[in-house]
């Protein structure tokens, strides 16, 4: 099946530093990718939509100016946390579809944010 | 407004069991429902699909059912192993390029 990595897995960082995630889909081209947060016991929230080539649509409640999306290619996208600040410590999950039309996603492994 | 709900205690079966979780929703028609896996610290692993012209799915120990009319999907696992205890939650699109909408899922918890 498609995989889809992330990375890093984990990261600690202090409050006020940024923080970036990459998303790679490995054995596939990704026309589109979401981002997602979860919080402990919680559900998969929809962060924001990102097409490669073009602007990030996000999910209203979340600030495009403070996580910055980028989807330079159809392997890659990439989240920036920031500022970071200790309220934005969650799960970070990517995932990624590889055909217009076809809904099945791929999800990455997730990375935890610990902003200290 | 969109809800899914998913029984959000655990479930505890013995092993060998039926596992049947549910997932209802409400002021949605779905064009599809999936159900994934996610264990702790992981994502979510894609695991069924089913179209809303579906009554069911299987797929080697999974089976999905889907019912528009009482807006219900019923998510059973047969033969169930201890390694089969996970978080399963299910999601909801309308097709095409809406966005997928998550439910909090059900913690499967299998017993030996």
């Known amino acids: 099946g498609a995989v889809v990595s992330q990375h890093p897995s984990r990261v600690i960082c202090k409050s006020g530093t940024s923080v970036k995630i990459e998303c790679r889909s490995l054995?596939?081209?990704?026309?589109?990718m979401f981002w997602y947060r979860q919080f402990p016991k919680q559900s998969l929230m929809l962060m924001a939509t990102s097409n490669e080539g073009s602007k990030a649509t996000y999910e209203q409640g979340v600030e495009k100016d403070k996580f910055l999306i980028n989807h330079a290619s159809l392997t890659l996208s990439t989240l920036t946390v920031t500022s970071a600040h200790p309220e934005d410590s969650s799960f970070y999950i990517c995932?990624?579809?590889?055909?217009?039309?076809?809904?099945?996603?791929?999800f990455g492994p997730g990375t935890r944010l610990t902003v200290l | 407004s969109q809800k899914i709900e998913q029984n959000s205690e655990a479930l505890n079966i013995q092993e060998g069991k039926t596992a049947t979780l549910t997932c209802n929703y409400t002021?949605?028609?779905?064009?599809?429902l999936q159900w994934y896996r996610q264990d702790p610290g992981r994502g979510p692993v894609f695991l069924l699909l089913i179209r809303e012209n579906e009554k069911e799915k299987r797929k080697e120990r999974l089976k999905v059912t889907f019912d528009t009319t009482l807006k219900q999907s019923l998510f059973h696992i047969t033969a169930s192993q201890p390694a089969d205890s996970a978080t399963y939650l299910c999601a909801l699109s309308s097709g095409g390029y809406q966005k997928v909408t998550f439910g909090t899922g059900t913690k499967l918890q299998v017993i030996p």
């Open positions: 002021n949605y028609s779905p064009a599809y």
């Open positions: 054995d596939f081209q990704a026309t589109t």
């Open positions: 995932s990624a579809r590889d055909r217009e039309g076809i809904n099945e996603q791929f």
